[in-house]
């Protein structure tokens, strides 16, 4: 198991950027799609009932809407056995703002308190400093249990740290076997030093690690997939890895590449990748 502040978190996490949702690139923004609302509830609670407990969404995820999604999945779970880390996107920074974006959340889920709460990202500018103190008053209400950060570099870490009357308990960052840009040799030493969980997105890539050769020769090596080796090389790496899948076949797909064991060889290949 992993841990975030003492909780025990299953090691893979279940992601649902893209559930309930997608992203207008020419608008800049989120939309919503429900037509598939019923298969992504399923699909959660089958990563729940294989023992999986930590769901990642956001408050832009679907423009809101995946939030609604994950409210639906845990209804019939006790609460206390789930950790549900929400984000806040940049619309909702400042003392307001925040605590709406909150209380939308605690409806749109269905709970009260909620376990992890990101700033999505610094969004290149010093807007997301606005949201630090109103998250650390929601800390001390019990509202939320723990403080995360997502996107953020070394600097942007010891800048928080410094805002924050509660530690960083998690920085989420695009990270996987083929791309270690942001998770920097200064990032790890941060993040171990304090205790600071490194949580995986985009974790296989974008497919483009599903096909590279490297992975696939390692896959073929140990008779498991790409997505198995790309999984499991950042588990090995100490990170916390939350793939999204709605197809039952791709959640045990991910689930057995706890079983996929890497050796020197392995790890030394798909680190110089």
Avoid at 58 to 71: F, L, Q
Avoid at 150 to 167: G, I, Q, T, Y
Avoid at 193 to 207: D, F, K, L, S
Avoid at 217 to 225: E, N
Wanted: net charge negative; glycine share 6%.
């Amino acid at each position: 198991m992993k841990t975030v502040s003492d909780d025990d978190l299953f090691p893979i996490g279940i992601g649902t950027w893209l559930m309930g949702g997608d992203w207008d690139n020419a608008a800049r923004c989120a939309t919503t799609d429900v037509s598939n609302d019923d298969q992504e509830v399923r699909a959660i609670r089958y990563s729940l009932d294989i023992g999986q407990n930590h769901i990642d969404t956001a408050e832009m995820y679907g423009a809101g809407h995946t939030d609604e999604i994950v409210g639906k999945a845990i209804q019939s779970y006790s609460r206390d056995r789930i950790f549900i880390a929400d984000k806040l996107w940049k619309s909702s920074f400042g003392e307001q703002e925040t605590r709406m974006a909150i209380e939308r959340m605690l409806r749109s889920l269905g709970t009260d308190y909620i376990d992890l709460l990101y700033i999505h990202s610094t969004f290149d500018g010093p807007e997301w400093e606005r949201a630090v103190e109103p998250i650390n008053t929601f800390i001390d209400e019990g509202v939320v249990r723990f403080f995360g950060v997502s996107n953020f570099s070394f600097a942007d870490m010891e800048r928080a740290a410094k805002l924050s009357s509660h530690p960083i308990a998690a920085n989420q960052m695009l990270y996987n076997c083929g791309y270690k840009e942001e998770v920097t040799p200064e990032v790890k030493q941060y993040c171990s030093t304090n205790q600071i969980e490194i949580v995986a997105y985009t974790p296989v890539g974008r497919g483009e690690l599903l096909a590279n050769p490297v992975v696939q020769s390692v896959a073929h090596k140990h008779g498991v997939t790409t997505a198995q080796v790309a999984l499991a090389w950042l588990i090995v790496r100490n990170a916390l890895p939350i793939p999204k899948s709605s197809q039952k076949a791709h959640i045990d797909e991910n689930f057995r590449a706890l079983d996929t064991k890497l050796d020197d060889e392995d790890l030394d290949l798909l680190d110089a990748l």
